[in-house]
């Protein structure tokens, strides 16, 4: 009779990393940075140290990771990246003698544009209606959660303009007004006064 040994199967490891922070929300993110660095701002205030690698250490380097993937979440650009950018700036400013007037945050521009006001002239007034209702439901669920990513948010920008578009030429119909284009971008009508359109 052989005896069989049974060892224990290794516990599972997770890496903490900025893939790690991705699962979470803002809300949960900006919830827990602020106790890790509340946590740093304790120790420090009563006269402890943080060494490298003890938890202070580890939950400053969580916080810096979860900070960084709301960041890339809003600008689509990495922060260590911008962070180094604007150290290089303020270096160039420093050397040359210039006041630094600020620091731009760059955004990465929308892959996805709204339809032209003309797309929906030919669609008659009552899906007009649809259209605008249905543009403006699909830009409410893109941003409805609390830590929409980037690409939620263009999806809610250009649904949002194509709800405008629809509804520009929907007032254009019912008022026999004519909408006056601010910019090519986001039209807007000039809806009559004090009537309600029916």
């Known amino acids: 009779m052989s005896k069989v040994i049974d060892f224990p199967t290794p516990p599972n490891v997770e890496v903490i990393n900025e893939a790690h922070f991705e699962k979470f929300e803002d809300a949960a993110l900006m919830l827990m940075s602020f106790e890790k660095l509340a946590d740093a701002v304790e120790v420090v205030s009563e006269g402890g140290e943080i060494h490298e690698r003890d938890d202070t250490h580890v939950g400053l380097m969580e916080a810096c990771m979860a900070l960084a993937v709301m960041f890339r979440r809003r600008t689509g650009h990495d922060a260590q990246k911008v962070s180094a950018d604007h150290l290089d700036y303020e270096r160039q400013c420093l050397m040359g003698g210039i006041e630094i ?56 920008r250009a649904h949002s303009l194509d709800a405008i578009g629809a509804l520009v030429v929907l007032i254009e119909r019912l008022s026999g007004g004519v909408a006056s284009i601010v910019s090519s971008e986001t039209p807007i009508a000039n809806a009559p006064g004090s009537e309600t359109l029916q």
């Open 101 to 156: 007037k600020s620091l731009p945050i760059p955004l990465r521009p929308s892959a996805l544009k709204p339809l032209p006001t003309e797309a929906f002239r030919g669609i008659p007034t009552a899906d007009l209606a649809r259209v605008g209702f249905n543009y403006i439901s699909q830009a409410s669920e893109n941003i409805k959660r609390n830590s929409p990513h980037l690409v939620e948010l263009n999806l809610a």
